[in-house]
């Protein structure tokens, strides 16, 4: 059995973004090649990989799934300022994991969102694409 069967049975795709469930296939497979992806969680519209190795041009990786799934940016990463900002406000610390990964990012910046997702990457070796 294929690992990437159960992304057929799933049907994961990013419709609303014209993402069909044989173009994730047919990326996962590619990057599985490059990059030997585990699994680690499935659903509709979301898949959360495990990268054994990372890419050697990481800003080129974090572009094209940008290209490919921009919900991970766009409406996770990207509003981790909004995050810092409203904590902030309430009197609360920044939760400890997100603190390193936007030290020194400059969060007024419209690629932040990039950046942060980037370092993630470097720090977890995981990427989540959403098509929310």
Sequence with gaps: MDKLDVI?????????YGVTN????????????????????????????HLGMLPDDLDAFVHEVYEFSPDT????????ADLISITGELGETVPYGIKPLVEGVDLSCP??????FKRSILRDKIVCLWWD
């Design 22 to 49: 044989a173009d994730v296939i047919a990326r996962l497979r590619n990057w599985d090649e490059k990059y030997e992806l585990t699994l680690a969680g499935i659903e509709a519209d979301i898949i959360v990989l």
């Design 111 to 116: 690629d932040h969102g990039l950046e942060i």
């Design 73 to 80: 940016v766009d409406k996770y990463f990207g509003y981790y």
């Design 8 to 16: 057929k049975s799933t049907g994961t795709s990013g419709i609303n």
